[in-house]
């Protein structure tokens, strides 16, 4: 059941990017005919990949290369070590991957935002998708020449008896595959940048009007019409040290403009539910020797976060809204998480059932059934799909919600 549950929290990002997708080619057929989409596509590959956008691509891709080069140097001088320190760096260093991925899904998709702001949904989805193919680029510029090396010569490389042959540099290969899992957020977030374009009909004259746009377009519904007046009179300042201060101020306002209402009852009912269901899961999987708890930690938790995203994401027709509530909420089912599995963890060690994550071998006392609880590299596991829950949930609460009519009761 909660593999299922984690699989829908998944599956909803790049089910949403299809359904944009198939959207806007239907609307690009209905407004000029099929026979026009080889040129839209051209245009828009133009203008995505027009200054300053390939210069970025090309920094981007130096920079993952760098990246790459210097965590792979850490990783083999410290792989070794990890278990001397308690810490399996192999699982830690997928995880940290995973959580990478992500992070680069969501750069992408901020990027693609901002340039389909002045150029349109085509030129901001194609940027995005490029800035993930010159991170992958990068990343495997710098790690095939490792790679062959380990090839050719795998005694020269630190030995880890839980490994198989060949495994060791597996979690830079996972990171490698586990950016396809951040494709759908370019086109995600090319879609809700281009929708500004269409709502104000023209295109920023400057960066500090991108900036304050970019900041502003995305305000839960009560704040849209500040965050208009706030455009309006930057468009009213023509001095360029007065506009950017204007700016500077308007969008750090922006940003901490407050919590959408019912953050703290959102997160309250999180915390309940999540800490009421990991009593049950605990118990019920001791009772029944089903195993740990791994898999409740990852997918109830998800699905709440996603439902509490979407609904409020909805409700405010704000994609920052929903993640903002949605992190806040995550923080809070954090805190139920170990504040019942740390006691459970001991209940489990001293019935000598084994360890509360995934129910294997016995843990020798209850301070090991306790730090297994605070693995960090389960807790960072949490962290990538609660996030992607949470994502999830808020792009699909702002595609719906921007479909109701603007004032429309909720």
Same mark, same amino acid.
């Given at each position: 059941?909660?593999?299922?549950?984690?699989?829908?929290?998944?599956?909803?990002?790049?089910?949403?990017?299809?359904?944009?997708?198939?959207?806007?080619?239907?609307?690009?057929?209905?407004?000029?005919?099929?026979?026009?989409?080889?040129?839209?596509?051209?245009?828009?590959?133009?203008?995505?990949?027009?200054?300053?956008?390939?210069? @970025?691509?090309?920094?981007?891709?130096?920079?993952?290369?760098?990246?790459?080069?210097?965590?792979?140097?850490?990783?083999?001088?410290?792989?070794?070590?990890?278990?001397?320190?308690?810490?399996?760096?192999?699982?830690?260093?997928?995880?940290?991957?995973?959580?990478?991925?992500?992070?680069?899904?969501?750069?992408?998709?901020?990027?693609?935002?901002?340039?389909?702001?002045?150029?349109?949904?085509?030129?901001?989805?194609? @940027?995005?998708?490029?800035?993930?193919?010159?991170?992958?680029?990068?990343?495997? @510029?710098?790690?095939?020449?490792?790679?062959?090396?380990?090839?050719?010569?795998?005694?020269?490389?630190?030995?880890?008896?839980?490994?198989?042959?060949?495994?060791?540099?597996?979690?830079?290969?996972?990171?490698?595959?586990?950016?396809?899992?951040?494709?759908?957020?370019?086109?995600?977030?090319?879609?809700?940048?281009?929708?500004?374009?269409?709502?104000?009909?023209?295109?920023?004259?400057?960066?500090?009007?991108?900036?304050?746009?970019?900041?502003?377009?995305?305000?839960?519904?009560?704040?849209?019409?500040?965050?208009?007046?706030?455009?309006?009179?930057? @468009?009213?300042?023509?001095?360029?040290?007065?506009?950017?201060?204007?700016?500077?101020?308007?969008?750090?306002?922006?940003?901490?403009?407050?919590?959408?209402?019912?953050?703290?009852?959102?997160?309250?009912?999180?915390?309940?539910?999540?800490a009421v269901g990991n009593f049950a899961a605990s118990r019920w999987s001791l009772t029944h020797d089903r195993g740990g708890v791994l898999?409740?930690?990852?997918?109830?938790?998800?699905?709440?976060?996603?439902?509490?995203?979407?609904?409020?994401?909805?409700?405010?027709?704000?994609?920052?809204?929903?993640?903002?509530?949605?992190?806040?909420?995550?923080?809070?089912?954090?805190?139920?998480?170990?504040?019942?599995?740390?006691?459970?963890?001991?209940?489990?060690?001293?019935?000598?059932?084994?360890?509360?994550?995934?129910?294997?071998?016995?843990?020798?006392?209850?301070?090991?059934?306790?730090?297994?609880?605070?693995?960090?590299?389960?807790?960072?596991?949490?962290?990538?799909?609660?996030?992607?829950?949470?994502?999830?949930?808020?792009?699909?609460?702002?595609?719906?919600?921007?479909?109701?009519?603007?004032?429309?009761?909720?």
């Amino acid at each position: 059941m909660f593999a299922f549950l984690l699989f829908l929290v998944i599956l909803a990002p790049p089910v949403l990017a299809i359904v944009v997708l198939a959207v806007r080619l239907r609307d690009a057929v209905r407004r000029g005919g099929a026979r026009t989409l080889p040129a839209r596509t051209r245009a828009a590959w133009r203008q995505g990949t027009r200054r300053p956008v390939w210069p @970025a691509l090309l920094a981007v891709v130096a920079g993952a290369g760098l990246l790459t080069l210097g965590l792979e140097r850490l990783y083999l001088a410290t792989v070794a070590d990890g278990p001397g320190w308690g810490v399996d760096v192999v699982l830690l260093t997928i995880a940290l991957g995973l959580l990478g991925a992500i992070v680069c899904g969501g750069l992408a998709g901020l990027g693609a935002a901002t340039v389909a702001r002045v150029r349109g949904f085509g030129a901001g989805g194609i @940027a995005g998708l490029l800035a993930l193919v010159a991170v992958a680029a990068g990343t495997a @510029a710098a790690h095939l020449p490792l790679r062959a090396a380990y090839r050719a010569d795998p005694g020269s490389f630190p030995a880890i008896a839980n490994l198989g042959d060949g495994d060791l540099l597996a979690p830079f290969e996972i990171f490698l595959a586990v950016l396809i899992w951040a494709l759908p957020w370019p086109v995600l977030g090319a879609a809700l940048g281009a929708r500004a374009v269409t709502a104000d009909r023209s295109a920023p004259r400057d960066v500090w009007q991108l900036l304050l746009d970019m900041t502003t377009a995305d305000l839960p519904e009560h704040r849209a019409a500040w965050g208009a007046a706030l455009r309006a009179e930057l @468009a009213a300042i023509d001095p360029r040290p007065e506009r950017r201060r204007f700016a500077l101020g308007g969008a750090w306002a922006a940003v901490r403009s407050g919590r959408p209402r019912g953050t703290w009852l959102a997160a309250a009912v999180v915390a309940v539910a999540v800490a009421v269901g990991n009593f049950a899961a605990s118990r019920w999987s001791l009772t029944h020797d089903r195993g740990g708890v791994l898999d409740f930690w990852l997918a109830f938790p998800s699905v709440l976060l996603l439902a509490v995203a979407f609904v409020t994401a909805w409700r405010s027709r704000s994609f920052g809204s929903g993640m903002r509530t949605g992190a806040l909420s995550g923080l809070a089912a954090m805190v139920a998480v170990l504040a019942v599995s740390i006691p459970e963890a001991v209940v489990w060690a001293n019935r000598q059932a084994g360890y509360l994550s995934t129910g294997d071998a016995v843990p020798p006392s209850w301070q090991s059934a306790v730090l297994d609880v605070l693995r960090l590299d389960f807790l960072v596991v949490m962290v990538v799909f609660w996030l992607v829950g949470t994502a999830g949930g808020a792009a699909l609460g702002t595609a719906f919600g921007r479909r109701r009519p603007a004032g429309a009761s909720d």
